[in-house]
Nanobody, 120 residues
Framework: QVQLVESGGGLVQAGGSLRLSCAAS????????MGWYRQAPGKQRELVAT???????NYADSVKGRFTISRDNAKNTVYLQMNSLKPEDTAVYYC??????????????WGQGTQVTVSS
C-alpha cells in the first residue's frame, strides 16, 4: 500500500500562517488527485482542497482566498499553504491521494493526520 507522510502542523496565533506537506512513498506509477481534508473535534471530516494531476484545483468555500494547494509531481508531494488562519481552522488535517502503483494496481491512501491549532 502507498504511505503518505505529513508534516508541518503546529500551534499558531490567529492571523498567522502554516505550510503543510505530504509526501507519498515509492512504488508509485502515477497519482491522480491529491488533497487535504480536516476533522475538528465532534465534527465530520470535510474537504479542504484538492488538486488533480492536470492542475485542476477545488477549494472549500471557507478557505478560498486564504489557503493555497500545490503539488510537485516529481516528488509525489502535495502542499497546503495556509494564511490568515482563524480559530475555526483548528482541526486534524489529513492528506489523501489516489492513483496507481507499479504493475498497475490502483490505490487510495490517507495520511496519519497532523494537528493544526489556531489560538485566538
Amino acid at each position: 500500500q502507498v504511505q503518505l507522510v505529513e508534516s508541518g502542523g503546529g500551534l499558531v496565533q490567529a492571523g498567522g500562517s502554516l505550510r503543510l506537506s505530504c509526501a507519498a512513498s515509492k512504488n508509485i506509477l502515477s497519482i491522480n488527485t491529491m488533497g487535504w481534508y480536516r476533522q475538528a473535534p465532534g465534527k465530520q471530516r470535510e474537504l479542504v482542497a484538492t488538486i488533480s494531476n492536470g492542475g485542476s484545483i477545488n477549494y472549500a468555500d471557507s478557505v478560498k482566498g486564504r489557503f493555497t494547494i500545490s503539488r510537485d509531481n516529481a516528488k509525489n508531494t502535495v502542499y497546503l499553504q495556509m494564511n490568515s488562519l482563524k480559530p475555526e481552522d483548528t482541526a486534524v488535517y489529513y492528506c489523501n491521494a489516489d492513483g496507481y502503483m507499479v504493475l498497475g494496481r490502483p490505490f487510495t491512501s490517507w495520511g496519519q493526520g497532523t494537528q493544526v491549532t489556531v489560538s485566538s
